[in-house]
């Protein structure tokens, strides 16, 4: 089996692989804070609900855009499962030509990750959309080369600035209201920041296209990709493993 670890500034995504198959996967929150036993202890007790074996986990590969954090999951890997984890970055073969970026350094390592993962799946030219923390678009190349692409704010962190800093808006759900005219001030909010991404959504991918081809796929992943994609046609799949399995592909190649 192998273990893929993803971590992110709002979550640490795990999943387990056995062959090709995705066995189960969890979703713990971000904490700068924790120690490799922290987090050998929550791993542990992760497998024993799911009735799964440490010591039948091979090999593990993890991706983290959260620098502090990238020595702890680390020291979690050699101490609780005995083996180094690849550690997605410079120096570890993706496939996946980087060269149309200025500085390839500065690439996110889960932006590289769901590229090659997009890539590998569902074809190319691509794609990919990613609402975490930040809301991030990436293009591949008709020829399979990472492009660049766009970086926006979270819809969450968004949302949050705007409580903060407006004293009589108020914390809402976000869920996708009837109408765009709303009638009183929730509905408004929902209506605004809703159609907001939305549109947001449309108009990147669109000047995306114009630029890689009008016949590339458009994959979409993160929390809120549900539900910002049901308001428009312009995203093919909706994919929420779309990181993990290429962890796994990177490990693949690399193996």
Not at 45 to 70: E, H, K
Request: charged residues 20%.
């Amino acid at each position: 089996m192998i273990l893929v670890i993803d971590v992110g500034n709002t979550n640490i995504v795990l999943g387990v692989f056995d062959g090709d198959e995705l066995v189960t996967n969890w979703r713990i929150g971000t904490d700068r804070r924790r120690t490799a036993d922290d987090l050998g202890v929550l791993v542990k007790n992760l497998f024993y609900f799911r009735g799964l074996q440490i010591q039948d986990v091979d090999a593990l590969v993890m991706s983290s855009v959260v620098p502090p954090l990238t020595p702890a999951v680390s020291e979690m890997c050699r101490r609780y499962f005995g083996k180094d984890p690849l550690v997605v970055g410079p120096g570890v073969k993706t496939g996946m030509p980087n060269s149309g970026y200025e500085n390839p350094r500065e690439v996110g390592a889960d932006r590289i990750v769901n590229a090659i993962s997009v890539a590998t799946r569902y074809g190319v030219p691509a794609v990919i959309i990613d609402f975490g923390t930040a809301t991030t678009f990436c293009a591949v190349s008709r020829s399979g080369e990472y492009l660049g692409g766009a970086i926006a704010p979270g819809i969450g962190v968004s949302t949050e600035a705007l409580f903060e800093r407006a004293a009589k808006l108020p914390r809402i759900e976000l869920a996708k209201p009837r109408q765009v005219i709303g009638k009183n001030t929730v509905a408004s909010m929902q209506a605004g920041i809703y159609y907001g991404f939305v549109g947001q959504l449309d108009g990147i991918v669109q000047r995306i296209k114009a630029e890689i081809g009008d016949d590339a796929v458009v994959v979409a992943t993160g929390g809120y990709a549900e539900l910002i994609c049901s308001g428009t046609d312009c995203v093919d799949h909706i994919d929420p493993n779309i990181t993990l399995w290429g962890l796994k592909i990177i490990y693949e190649r690399n193996s």
